[in-house]
């Protein structure tokens, strides 16, 4: 069964704390397809009356940043051991090759790879449980967290919204290309962070460019 034809079976309360615990579930630390599920809420959100999509936006945006919080803590006290821990079990996800590019990501980036870490599958898992191994300060952490956590949830909950309320009023006007054109504009509107997001992190990932040393004058 598909996603959304499942949410559709389930009442509008449990859509919320469903929302808001899987996203929590991710940002502590825990692989699951948080967006898949946000995206699919807010799409039935725009079909059916029962499910207000302020409430979705808030409960995403609180289990985004709960979650984060929680890894943080983890991270503090559990230090490389738990990253080594996680990467027997989770090596898709926490294997060396990621931990590094994550790692680079932070080192490069600061606080800000927490903030634009949420609109980037991997950063998304990794972004609270690294911080706090890395010693970041809370202080800051908390701020990206929390600013992160609204502008990614809550962002993406309006969006998705908003694409299926228009894509559902064009259906009915203009058949398939209204639908088409406002699916376009939707995705494109929300993966313009991820992308830029993205390129952030392969750009921390590359090497610096090594200086050539200068060219030593000829002895007359």
């Avoid at 950063?123 to 701020?143: D, E, Q, S």
Wanted: proline letters at 6%; aromatic letters at 10%.
């Amino acid at each position: 069964m598909h996603v959304q034809e499942w949410l559709e079976t389930v009442p509008a309360v449990s859509i919320y704390l469903l929302v808001g615990v899987v996203i929590g579930l991710e940002s502590l630390g825990i692989p699951l397809p948080g967006e898949i599920i946000l995206v699919s809420s807010a799409l039935l959100a725009s079909q059916h009356g029962e499910v207000d999509p302020v409430v979705l936006g808030a409960c995403a945006s609180a289990g985004a940043i709960i979650g984060d919080s929680i890894g943080y803590a983890i991270g503090r006290k559990g230090g490389r051991p738990m990253l080594a821990w996680l990467g027997g079990r989770f090596p898709k996800h926490f294997g060396a090759p990621q931990i590094a590019l994550a790692e680079r990501s932070f080192e490069k980036w600061g606080v800000w790879a927490v903030f634009f870490g949420r609109f980037v599958a991997l950063l998304r898992i990794f972004a609270g449980p690294l911080a706090g191994v890395l010693r970041m300060p809370y202080w800051k952490f908390l701020i990206a967290n929390v600013l992160g956590g609204i502008v990614w949830a809550g962002g993406t909950t309006a969006v998705i919204y908003s694409v299926g309320v228009v894509a559902e009023a064009w259906l009915k006007r203009f058949s398939w290309l209204g639908l088409l054109a406002a699916v376009l504009i939707g995705v494109v509107s929300m993966l313009v962070l991820k992308n830029r997001a993205k390129k952030a992190a392969e750009q921390a990932d590359s090497p610096a460019p090594v200086a050539e040393p200068d060219a030593v004058p000829a002895a007359d």
